[in-house]
């Protein structure tokens, strides 16, 4: 149980246009989901947190208008890389923290953009 | 000062050996700790939590010292499998939720 998957798993697009990534809790429901991002050798950096039905919180740094979150069901949230440039080229993780958890994360597999 | 930081590594080893991360934290207000292990192009996965009485797991050790706001991991009897990226993760309460804050992560390489 607990299965989070992220579509699509690879993407390739070029510069300026845009790309959703999805991210599915499979077999629960999840109130809250995280997104992140991992450049090459660096750490999981946390971008937003997801609430089902409001605006996503964004942490510092992150710009809400570049980077569109979407969370309307309790088992998918969505985000979109607007108008994507090369230095957006990263891997991006989505987590999800189930109904009956306070904390336990569960993470999806990822999805690897390349901006060319 | 970062929220999570950790040990820079890499950490080469032969099998067999033990070794040692350490990560520290700066939010005292913080409640749960974790390590992950991550793979080359995958998602953490969770190895074990880490609680104030320390806990083991098989030749896995997570220790926590609030007061020095610091946690470690020892692998004990390396072996080659556990070479991947380890990560230490720290909760961060928010009105937005629970996030996970994690360190830069420490590479752990095993040769035979």
């Known amino acids: 149980g607990a299965v989070v998957s992220q579509h699509p798993s690879w993407v390739i697009c070029k510069s300026g246009t845009s790309v959703k990534i999805e991210c599915r809790s499979l077999?629960?429901?999840?109130?809250?989901m995280f997104w992140y991002r991992q450049f090459p050798k660096q750490s999981l950096m946390l971008m937003a947190t997801?609430?089902?039905?409001?605006?996503?919180?964004?942490e510092q740094g992150v710009e809400k208008d570049k980077f569109l979150i979407n969370h309307a069901s309790l088992t998918l949230s969505t985000l979109t890389v607007t108008s994507a440039h090369p230095e957006d080229s990263s891997f991006y993780i989505c987590?999800?923290?189930?109904?009956?958890?306070?904390?336990?994360?569960?993470f999806g597999p990822g999805t690897r953009l390349t901006v060319t | 000062r970062k929220e999570v930081e950790q040990d820079p590594g890499p950490f080469n080893v032969p099998e067999g050996a033990t070794v040692a991360f350490n990560c520290t934290y700066s939010?005292?207000?913080?409640?749960?700790f974790f390590w992950y292990r991550q793979d080359c192009r995958k998602e953490p996965k969770l190895l074990m939590s880490?609680?104030?009485s320390g806990n083991e797991d098989g030749r896995f050790t997570a220790q926590l010292n609030r007061a020095s706001q610091y946690i470690s991991l020892l692998i004990r009897d390396s072996k080659l499998s556990d070479s991947a990226t380890y990560l230490c993760?720290?909760?961060?309460?928010?009105?937005?939720?629970?996030?996970?804050?994690f360190g830069k992560g420490t590479t752990l390489s095993v040769s035979s």
């Open positions: 997801s609430n089902e039905g409001s605006k996503a919180t964004y």
């Open positions: 993760a720290v909760n961060r309460r928010s009105q937005a939720g629970t996030a996970l804050i």
């Open positions: 880490v609680y104030s």
């Open positions: 987590s999800a923290i189930p109904l009956t958890s306070s904390y336990e994360q569960y």
């Open positions: 939010n005292s207000a913080s409640q749960s």
């Open positions: 077999d629960f429901q999840a109130t809250t």
